[in-house]
């Protein structure tokens, strides 16, 4: 496995590959690795002749500094994991390298970014936008994998890969859990004991309302509030929203008929933690309510 830090060496190195035409999967995290980037990591193994994996603590995402100087790090560790994955090629810039002098450009999806994490956290998306779109021109690989985790920045994602007609294929890869159900995070490792146990909150009230689905409650608005709820009534978790939206769209749907995602985004001390599900209507089985 081989280290590069400089936009030209990573280049140079990928240029045989993409000459001779083979299949580069890249894997874009914030390092921290865990289970969640261990999944993309062996899909797109299992997927291309070649692995890139980018390790870059992207600034312009963070809207709270804080966050960004208490995101975890350990390079060395995630480079070890990452060569036990298979990885090829660790791409980890320096932030001048990504973001040098006179850098003055922004992509932004409009819509999709302004509402749930992005009202949230302006300014986020479109950090998440410009860096992939970045990373997309330098690594130019035929995949590209992202975690359905972050559900809204896929979406996103892929709207900015069709928008600017990028040359790679997104793919989708399922939440990874912890055993309790908390979906893994490198953000977990923040919480306290007692907020590590509030955190499983998130999952379960996401497994309740889909066994309140399962009765036959079809009304996204019932749904919701039990959802809300149901995160509300854990005294360590201060929930931000609870909703029911289209997977494609993100906006939020009167009924579950077509299979809409439930989206959850609370805060547990100061780590903010989200969440989400594909809510399925019980076949054959409605009643009222
Ligand atoms: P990050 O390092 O947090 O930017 O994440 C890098 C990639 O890993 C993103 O595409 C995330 O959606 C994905 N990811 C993070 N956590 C998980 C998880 N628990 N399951 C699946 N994918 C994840």
Same mark, same amino acid.
């Given at each position: 496995?081989? $280290?590069?830090?400089?936009?030209?060496? *990573?280049? /140079?190195? &990928?240029?045989? @590959?993409? #000459?001779? %035409?083979?299949?580069? +999967?890249?894997?874009?995290?914030?390092?921290?690795?865990?289970?969640?980037?261990?999944?993309?990591?062996?899909?797109?193994?299992?997927?291309?002749?070649?692995?890139?994996?980018?390790?870059?603590?992207?600034?312009?995402?963070?809207?709270?500094?804080?966050?960004?100087?208490?995101?975890?790090?350990?390079?060395?560790?995630?480079?070890?994991?990452?060569?036990?994955?298979?990885?090829?090629?660790?791409?980890?810039?320096?932030?001048?390298?990504?973001?040098?002098?006179?850098?003055? $450009?922004?992509?932004?999806?409009?819509? *999709?970014? /302004?509402? &749930?994490?992005? @009202?949230? #956290?302006? %300014?986020?998306?479109? +950090?998440?936008?410009?860096?992939?779109?970045?990373?997309?021109?330098?690594?130019?690989?035929?995949?590209?994998?992202?975690?359905?985790?972050?559900?809204?920045?896929?979406?996103?994602?892929?709207?900015?890969?069709?928008?600017?007609?990028?040359?790679?294929?997104?793919?989708?890869?399922?939440?990874?859990?912890?055993?309790?159900?908390?979906?893994?995070?490198?953000?977990?490792?923040?919480?306290?004991?007692?907020?590590?146990?509030?955190?499983?909150?998130?999952?379960?009230?996401?497994?309740?309302?889909?066994?309140?689905?399962?009765?036959?409650?079809?009304?996204?608005?019932?749904?919701? %509030?039990?959802?809300?709820?149901?995160?509300?009534?854990?005294?360590?978790?201060?929930?931000?929203?609870?909703?029911?939206?289209?997977?494609?769209?993100?906006?939020?749907?009167?009924?579950?008929?077509?299979?809409?995602?439930?989206?959850?985004?609370?805060?547990?001390?100061?780590?903010?933690?989200?969440?989400?599900?594909?809510?399925?209507?019980?076949?054959?089985?409605?009643?009222?309510?």
């Amino acid at each position: 496995m081989h $280290t590069y830090e400089r936009i030209a060496d *990573l280049r /140079d190195a &990928l240029a045989p @590959a993409h #000459r001779e %035409g083979k299949t580069i +999967g890249f894997v874009p995290t914030m390092g921290a690795l865990h289970a969640g980037h261990l999944s993309l990591l062996s899909r797109a193994k299992a997927e291309n002749d070649l692995v890139v994996m980018s390790l870059f603590v992207n600034p312009t995402q963070f809207n709270d500094i804080e966050d960004f100087e208490k995101y975890p790090r350990d390079p060395r560790r995630d480079r070890e994991l990452a060569e036990g994955a298979g990885v090829d090629i660790v791409f980890a810039p320096a932030m001048e390298e990504v973001y040098p002098d006179g850098f003055d $450009t922004v992509v932004a999806v409009r819509g *999709l970014s /302004d509402i &749930l994490e992005g @009202a949230s #956290r302006p %300014g986020h998306f479109q +950090g998440v936008a410009t860096v992939v779109a970045k990373l997309s021109a330098i690594v130019a690989s035929t995949r590209a994998y992202f975690g359905e985790k972050d559900y809204q920045q896929l979406q996103i994602i892929r709207r900015m890969t069709a928008d600017l007609n990028i040359p790679t294929q997104v793919v989708p890869c399922p939440i990874v859990r912890e055993p309790d159900g908390l979906a893994m995070s490198s953000r977990n490792v923040r919480l306290s004991l007692p907020e590590r146990e509030a955190a499983t909150v998130l999952n379960r009230a996401l497994k309740y309302t889909q066994d309140i689905a399962d009765t036959g409650v079809h009304d996204a608005f019932v749904l919701t %509030g039990w959802l809300a709820r149901t995160i509300e009534v854990e005294p360590l978790a201060k929930l931000d929203y609870a909703v029911i939206v289209d997977r494609e769209t993100l906006r939020e749907v009167e009924r579950i008929d077509n299979s809409p995602i439930a989206l959850v985004a609370a805060t547990f001390g100061s780590v903010r933690l989200i969440d989400n599900r594909i809510i399925t209507p019980a076949p054959g089985l409605e009643r009222r309510g």
